[in-house]
């Protein structure tokens, strides 16, 4: 099942001296990045995506994954000294630990989080290596037909329940996505297509001054004119020698586990993400609690449950961008970009082609779980001032940092206007409350929708019955319309629903 020289070449690579250092450095800045309101551990990846250009695959690959771990726990230090969830999946951590800072247990709430966040990505990762391996496997029966339902699959889920907006402006995000990944040449003929006589759009829109543009680059300006209060009371009120007890640990070893379990299965699903798991996971261990009213008013079980859902997500996100090559998230596709950076292509024929990084991935994801319990340790005492770096000293630096990188990627100066013209797509977006998310996804996979499209219908002489009868794109396509279908119907029922008791 297991390819043990592969598995032992990604080892060897993960803990070298070299890959240990770039993980430990990782998992810190992703953590002070997380921490910092408005900036999360995704913002951290891309600013520093540029830096792996010239590392090789596996070293590069234990930097982001050290930023990605370390992000998803930095955001619940704000939560919890704030109230200020650092990022939109430790909203939940807040319910309960900012509370508990206000009792005096800030130091137990921020520890509880820490090794919550340890444990739920560890057993998550031991799951996920599993995940891949039968999913490369099942993604080698497949054909055109059944990638393109796939294809689909992945964008509507984005764009209706992975959604937090309307499924109207999830469609708009997903129509324009696709109208920007069509810019360059087709993929069968080569016939130019909306590029307006310039060259530098011959080749298409590159991925990273897109993604870095619609990501950290709006994010700047969405947050320049937000003015945050600090509350200094909170910093004086902080006690860090709060000890947790073995009765501690024995009440939340249930909500550890029922969020490994949670945050796998979310994290596996393209669209949905870690906001998602950490929600359903605290709703389903404040209902099976025997005291269920003490939630949200300080309970140490409510911190474990939000972070360690919130952290198992993590490993399997990536399943489905590997094996199939379909990111699910915002934080998949810049790892994307860093797999396009390395030459390595994701698939189900990944295991073969580069069998010791997919490995040295997931070893990574366990060492640096390891080395944020260490490094978290010293972070909790200092996390206090963190979120009170000034964002106007911040903001410059960050769009310095994204101007070099979009320029890195191919040195030419047009990369760096496609990062601002994305930076103003982005920011009029968030104003409009349109998602950008699925506008990436469907730039990501737009081309892999059109190729498999043509070839399907190359391979059945322009018949569309071809997706009908391929199972996995039937099941799949099926899976679509049903979900568009619910999306609008649920609206409709929930009116007339409401409309009736008004009557009664």
């Known amino acids: 099942m297991f390819d043990l020289q592969l598995m032992a070449q990604g080892f060897v690579g993960i803990v070298s001296p070299f890959s240990l250092v770039l993980m430990a450095l990782g998992v810190f800045c992703g953590a002070v990045f997380g921490a910092i309101p408005g900036l999360t551990g995704g913002i951290a990846i891309a600013i520093l995506l540029p830096l792996t250009f010239k590392l090789e695959a596996i070293p590069a690959m234990a930097l982001l994954i050290g930023v990605y771990v370390g992000g998803a726990f930095g955001g619940s230090i704000p939560a919890i000294l704030f109230g ?45 290596i599993s995940m891949m391996v039968g999913v490369s496997k099942l993604a080698l029966m497949m054909d055109a037909p059944d990638y393109f339902g796939v294809v689909v699959f992945s964008i509507v889920l984005i764009a209706t329940i992975g959604c937090k907006e309307s499924w109207i402006k999830g469609l708009i995000a997903v129509l324009l996505g696709l109208m920007f990944s069509f810019i360059g040449g087709d993929p069968l003929t080569g016939t130019l297509r909306f590029t307006f006589g310039n060259r530098f759009l011959m080749s298409g829109l590159d991925l990273i001054p897109v993604l870095i543009g619609l990501f950290v680059g709006a994010e700047v300006l969405s947050e320049a004119g937000i003015k945050r209060e600090r509350n200094l009371n909170t910093v004086s009120e902080f006690k860090e020698n709060n000890k947790i007890t073995k009765h501690d640990v024995q009440k939340c070893i249930p909500s550890v586990l029922s969020g490994t379990l949670i945050g796998s299965i979310i994290g596996a699903l393209p669209g949905l993400n870690a906001a998602i798991s950490s929600t359903l996971n605290y709703s389903f261990v404040q209902k099976i609690s025997k005291d269920p009213q003490s939630f949200g008013e300080g309970n140490i079980v409510g911190v474990a449950a939000a972070e360690a859902a919130n952290n198992a997500t993590a490993g399997p996100t990536l399943v489905p961008l590997l094996t199939l090559g379909i990111p699910g998230s915002g934080t998949a596709a810049i790892f994307l970009g860093a797999l396009t950076i390395q030459g390595i292509v994701p698939g189900p024929t990944i295991f073969r082609d580069a069998g010791d990084v997919v490995y040295g991935i997931f070893f990574a994801l366990m060492l640096c779980t390891v080395i944020l319990a260490v490094i978290g340790r010293g972070l909790i005492s200092i996390g206090q001032y963190i979120s009170f770096i000034p964002t106007e000293m911040l903001n410059p630096v960050i769009i310095l940092t994204c101007c070099a990188g979009a320029f890195s990627v191919n040195n030419r ?22 998602p950008s998310l699925p506008l990436l996804i469907a730039f990501l996979l737009g081309g892999m929708l059109e190729s498999n499209l043509r070839r399907s219908l190359l391979m059945s002489g322009g018949s569309f019955t071809v997706f009908f009868t391929a199972k996995f794109s039937a099941f799949f396509l099926g899976l679509s319309l049903l979900m568009i279908l619910y999306t609008i119907l649920q609206p409709i029922v929930k009116k007339r629903h409401k409309k009736s008791k008004e009557v009664k």
Request: glycine residues 10%; aromatic residues 12%.
């Open 84 to 128: 200020t969830p650092g990022a939109p999946e430790a909203s939940v951590t807040s319910f309960d630990g900012y509370p508990m800072m206000k009792k005096g247990l800030g130091g137990k709430a921020l520890k509880t989080a820490l090794y919550a966040s340890c444990a739920g990505n560890f057993l998550a990762s031991i799951i996920t």
């Open 413 to 434: 100066i047009s990369d760096v206007f496609i990062l601002l013209l994305f930076m103003a797509i982005g920011y009029f977006m968030r104003v409009l409350h349109i």
